[in-house]
Structures are given as structure tokens and as C-alpha cells.
């Protein structure tokens, strides 16, 4: 079953975005066997690239071709445009393509590190809708079918929205099958973002890309990443020197994000886990037992996050 087909079932899926070990160390490999062990719907790899080269792509290939002959867990390869032409792409898709991958996240990627402007490298390709372009050729010239999930950017400025809305019926024109979203702290800009989809005839799947909310310093990185400020109600709820009340806040936090959220009709989470197995267990097994509402009020009930703290996952 390919991923869009799956995201148009009845119940809500959940799915891990994983970072490629660096190195051999035991201990990351033995969080992703955590990881593993969730039985996530679909995982996520993320591509080496921003400066890691060649040993990044090669990493990103390892935990590919690891998941697909040790797991049935489908997996989406993301790609990216960052410092590669057009026929070191196609070796690359060619190589996924020969381990059996067959969903891909198309992405134009970042600056390499170190670097404050993107640009196209010589005889490279400048943006995600000339990689879906690549991806559905080589796939074509192999005669297999594909998935080409792309990134989705939820705000709340009109201006913007209506840009990638624009882009997102691009995407959806050159074979895009479904989005994932970067960052957001408010489920209303995804709800919104969806209707303004719907209203333009854009079709494709909306899978909202979760960060749990339980570590005050990723949250700051990523937000100086994606350009998204952390809103300052949530960093004052996380000001707190006790880390188990702290991790039970942002639990509780992160557990009314996705309520509102799947309430809004998002076909499922995509969490973006760092490869710590905690969160991601604790989220999954909400989301799983009772689809994040009690069955005789609709309230949230937070007793699984009590539990959670003191059954914590290999791996952490």
C-alpha cells in the first residue's frame, strides 16, 4: 500500500521522522530499533546533505536499505536539491529505487552549511518541483510507481499562505501525492491552510509535522531553523527546574496540539522524533488507545502521560 492510500483511511496514522546515525554508535542505532518497534505507519529518513556530502547521503542509504530488509515499515526517503546535479540525483534515486523505495519526500532543501544563500549548483536543479520531475522519470524509465510526498508551510500571513498554496498546486500539477508541514504551534493555521487548499482545488493530503513540546532549547533551534518564534505562553509553561513536571507540561501540551489538530481533520501526525523513542512512544500510545478523546466525554485524558514518566523507553 502506498502512503497517499494510506492516509485515506478512517483513522488517524502516526509516523517518525528518523536522522541517519552518525557513525556506528550502538546507542543511536539501538533508539531506532526503539523507533522500530513502535510500528509506526510509515518512517521518514532524512537526506545527507547541508554540508555532510557524501557520507551523509551514504548514511541516509544505510538506514533505508536497514528498514526495508529488517522491517515492513513503509518508508519515504526525503531528497533534496543541496549541492548535487541533476545526474548525481538520478544515481541516488536509482540506488533507493534498487532497495525497494518507492515514496519519496521532494524537497528543495536548505543552504549547505556555513552558507547564508541557496543556489543552484552547476548542472544541479533549483527547486522541488524539478526533483518530483526527476523522481517520476527515473521512476518511469524503471517502470515502477511512486509516491512523492512535498513540504507544506502553515502561517497564519495571507501573503504567505497564498504562496505556497500557489506552490502546492504546482506540486500537486507535476505528481505530488500528499504534504507534510514543517513546524506550527497552532492548529488553527493548519485548519485554515486546509480550507484555503480546498478552496483552490488543491487535493493532495495535508500530514501536519508535530514536534513534541517537551524541550524548551530544540524548540528555540528549530524555531531559529524555520523561521516559526515559539510562542512565549508555551516557553513560560516550560520554566520549570523539575524536567519530570516539565516533560509532563509539554506532554500535556503536545497532547492538546494534536487533539485540536486531528479535530481540525488531519489524516494523522508526522512526528519529528530526533530519534528519542520517549515522545514519540508516549504520543503514539495515546493516539492509539483512544484516539486522543474519552469515549463518554470527549475530554482529554491525560492519565497516559502519569504513566509515561515513570516507564521510560530504551534509548530515551
Known amino acids: 500500500m502506498s502512503i497517499s492510500t494510506m492516509l485515506d483511511g ?9 536522522f541517519p546515525p552518525r557513525g ?3 546507542a543511536i542505532w539501538a533508539r531506532l530499533e ?19 556530502g557524501h557520507a551523509g547521503r551514504e548514511a541516509s542509504l544505510e538506514v533505508l536499505r536497514y528498514t526495508k530488509e529488517h522491517t515492513s515499515i513503509p518508508v519515504l526517503a526525503h531528497l533534496t536539491c543541496t549541492g548535487v546535479t541533476r545526474l548525481q540525483l538520478v544515481e541516488v534515486i536509482e540506488e533507493m529505487l534498487e532497495i525497494g523505495v518507492r515514496d519519496f519526500l521532494a524537497l528543495r532543501g536548505d543552504p549547505p552549511k556555513g552558507k547564508a544563500y541557496w543556489k543552484v549548483v552547476p548542472g544541479g536543479i533549483a527547486s522541488s518541483i524539478d526533483l518530483i520531475d526527476v523522481i517520476r522519470a527515473v521512476a518511469d524509465a524503471h517502470g515502477v510507481e511512486v509516491d512523492i510526498a512535498v513540504a507544506a508551510y502553515p ?12 506552490a502546492l498546486q504546482s506540486k500537486e500539477h507535476h505528481g505530488a501525492t500528499f504534504a507534510i508541514t514543517q513546524l506550527f504551534f497552532d ?18 493530503p495535508l500530514v501536519p509535522g508535530v514536534l513534541p513540546l517537551t524541550d524548551p532549547s530544540r524548540l528555540l ?9 515559539v510562542p512565549a505562553s508555551l516557553l513560560k509553561l516550560l520554566e520549570i527546574n523539575d524536567p519530570a513536571e516539565r516533560v509532563r507540561r509539554g506532554l ?8 485540536d489538530i486531528l479535530d481540525a481533520g ?12 520517549r515522545p514519540a512512544r508516549d504520543i503514539v500510545e495515546r493516539l492509539r488507545a483512544q484516539n486522543f478523546r474519552t469515549a463518554d466525554t470527549g475530554s482529554i485524558d491525560v492519565s497516559f502521560i502519569e504513566q509515561a514518566l515513570y516507564n521510560p523507553s530504551p534509548g530515551g
Open 10 to 18: 478512517t483513522w488517524p496514522r502516526a509516523s517518525f521522522e528518523l
Open 24 to 26: 556506528k554508535s550502538s
Open 34 to 52: 526503539a523507533l522500530y518497534a513502535l510500528s509506526p505507519d510509515f518512517l521518514s529518513v532524512t537526506y545527507g546533505a547541508s554540508g555532510t
Open 155 to 166: 502561517t497564519s500571513e495571507m501573503e504567505a499562505r497564498n504562496r505556497d498554496i500557489a
Open 187 to 204: 492548529a488553527k493555521e493548519y485548519a485554515e491552510h486546509v480550507m484555503a487548499m480546498q478552496e483552490a482545488g488543491v487535493t493532495i
Open 221 to 229: 533551534r528549530m524555531s531559529q531553523l524555520s523561521g516559526r518564534p
Open 252 to 259: 500535556r501540551a503536545t497532547d492538546q496540539l494534536i487533539c
Open 266 to 277: 488531519a489524516p494523522g501526525i508526522h512526528l519529528y522524533t530526533f530519534n528519542r523513542t
